[in-house]
């Protein structure tokens, strides 16, 4: 199980135009468990992980695994036989983060 702090990512890593829209509020939150699929929590960190794959069109087959996992996970309830797509997301993360 990862958890991650909004507060820890780094400004500077984020395309301009997301940390515009979706950095403030990924930054409030203070602990983000990738493992906790459809919380809001994620979906909000999602929404900056994509921003940043579109902007820096970096990570687009990490994104498309994560986006497998969530869907098989949330029609058939696994991925691969993990009820989570944890680790899916952490490595989405860390691409996209890295990446720019």
Avoid: W
């Amino acid at each position: 199980m990862v958890k991650i702090k909004g507060a820890d990512i780094n400004p500077d890593d984020i395309a301009p135009r997301c940390a515009v829209k979706f950095l403030k509020p990924v930054v409030k939150l203070s602990k983000i468990d990738l493992d906790l699929i459809g919380n809001r929590k994620n979906n909000i960190l999602l929404d900056l992980l994509r921003c940043q794959v579109r902007a820096e069109k970096s990570c687009k087959l990490l994104h498309k695994r994560y986006e497998s996992c969530h869907a098989s996970v949330m029609g058939t309830g696994n991925f691969e036989g993990k009820k989570n797509c944890g680790a899916e997301l952490e490595d989405l993360f860390q691409c996209a983060l890295t990446s720019s």
